[in-house]
Nanobody, 124 residues
Framework: VQLQASGGGLVQAGGSLRLSCVAS????????GGWFRRAPGKEREFLAA????????YYADSVKGRFTISRDKVKNTMYLQMDSLKPEDTAVYSC??????????????????WGQGTLVTVSS
């Protein structure tokens, strides 16, 4: 499996962006997908995940109600719709996929494939 993330950019506070993550290769083996971010000087942070089998979504408290994760099965693409963006959302955003059946999708260990990051900058 390979993942290609895109959609980052510069946006003003209160604005919106939609990130995309296209999967290729053995996509039938993917159990779930997730989005993470890493701000300068900080640890990688979980944002959202979606279980491919039933579409159940998981969110970090910091983005719940502002970010929405979704998936287009036909396009093998996962999205992260980000609304009401804040300057503290500035970070490099990465998508990841997991082949392990687990409910621990807020953790990093299930994810064995990571896409390259895409930079999101939110200006005040």
């Amino acid at each position: 499996v390979q993942l290609q993330a895109s959609g980052g950019g510069l946006v003003q506070a209160g604005g919106s962006l939609r990130l995309s993550c296209v999967a290729s290769g053995r996509t039938f083996a993917i159990y779930s997908g997730g989005w993470f971010r890493r701000a300068p000087g900080k640890e990688r942070e979980f944002l959202a995940a979606i279980a491919y089998r039933d579409g159940r979504a998981y969110y970090a408290d910091s983005v719940k109600g502002r970010f929405t994760i979704s998936r287009d099965k036909v396009k093998n693409t996962m999205y992260l719709q980000m609304d009401s963006l804040k300057p503290e959302d500035t970070a490099v955003y990465s998508c990841a996929s997991a082949r392990t059946y687990t409910n621990a999708l807020r953790e990093q260990w299930p994810y064995d494939v990571w896409g390259q990051g895409t930079l999101v900058t939110v200006s005040s």
